[in-house]
């Protein structure tokens, strides 16, 4: 069982940067960023395996950095340049064989960190 939970989402204005933290019981495998917006599907944000490599969503690289620290069982989503439309529910999520972008390949979650851009 891995507990995970989030931390760092608020409100801040188009343009802006936030730092989402994930305080996990584990952090040695694949993670990820997730979001969720109002009516819409889980998606994925960004991964990174237990080699450190990273994958993102086109939607967010560039401005976006995923990142984690073994020492402390944290991962990081540093967010740049942040747009009204990254407005939605921040999730970590851990332990996926496959560590892709798909939130049903991942087994634990948190219970998410908001995050409101606006323009």
């Known amino acids: 069982q891995v507990q995970l939970v989030e931390s760092g989402g608020g409100s801040v204005q188009a343009g802006g940067s936030l730092r989402l933290s994930c305080a996990a019981s584990?952090?040695?495998?694949?993670m990820g960023w997730f979001r969720q917006a109002p009516g819409k599907e889980r998606s994925g944000v960004a991964t990174?395996?237990?080699?450190?490599?990273?994958t993102y969503a086109f939607s967010v690289k560039g401005r976006f950095t995923i990142s984690k620290d073994n020492t402390r069982n944290t991962l990081y989503l540093e967010m740049n340049s942040l747009k009204p439309e990254d407005t939605a529910m921040y999730y970590c999520?851990?332990?996926?064989?496959?560590?892709?972008?798909?939130?049903?390949?991942?087994?634990?979650w948190g219970k998410g960190t908001q995050v409101t851009v606006s323009s």
């Open positions: 990174i395996n237990s080699y450190g490599i990273t």
């Open positions: 999520a851990a332990y996926s064989h496959q560590c892709t972008l798909v939130p049903a390949h991942f087994t634990y």
């Open positions: 584990y952090s040695r495998h694949c």
